[in-house]
Nanobody
Framework: QVQLVESGGGLVQAGGSLRLSCAAS????????MGWYRQAPGKQRELVAA???????NYADSVKGRFTISRDNAKNTIYLQMNSLKPEDTAVYSCNAGVFIGGRYYSYDYWGQGTQVTVSL
């Protein structure tokens, strides 16, 4: 079992930056992989970025070069640095615990409550 709590969302103008944090209730060192998902109104939830215990990462094509996922095992926290934000990045962002298998991220059913990110023109 692991509880996840996100923070750092908010309202930002297009071109701006935000950093999301996700604090885990137990050592992230013991969690194989973690990811950030987002869901916009009327759209399916999509994987934005994921990071493995070895620091390996993958990103959705739509955020490559703009978003960076990282983890601090000493603080049991993962981060999502979001730069050059666009209105289409507006969504509820949630973190998740999961696993990498064959280079692909699979989510377990451990989710945070989500944090709203709104990007205005």
């Amino acid at each position: 079992q692991v509880q996840l709590v996100e923070s750092g969302g908010g309202l930002v103008q297009a071109g701006g930056s935000l950093r999301l944090s996700c604090a885990a209730s137990r050592s992230t060192f013991s969690i194989n992989a973690m990811g950030w998902y987002r869901q916009a109104p009327g759209k399916q939830r999509e994987l934005v970025a994921a990071i493995g215990s070895g620091g390996n990462t993958n990103y959705a094509d739509s955020v490559k070069g703009r978003f960076t996922i990282s983890r601090d095992n000493a603080k049991n926290t993962i981060y999502l640095q979001m730069n050059s934000l666009k209105p289409e990045d507006t969504a509820v962002y949630s973190c998740n615990a999961g696993v990498f298998i064959g280079g692909r991220y699979y989510s377990y059913d451990y989710w945070g409550q989500g944090t709203q990110v709104t990007v205005s023109l």
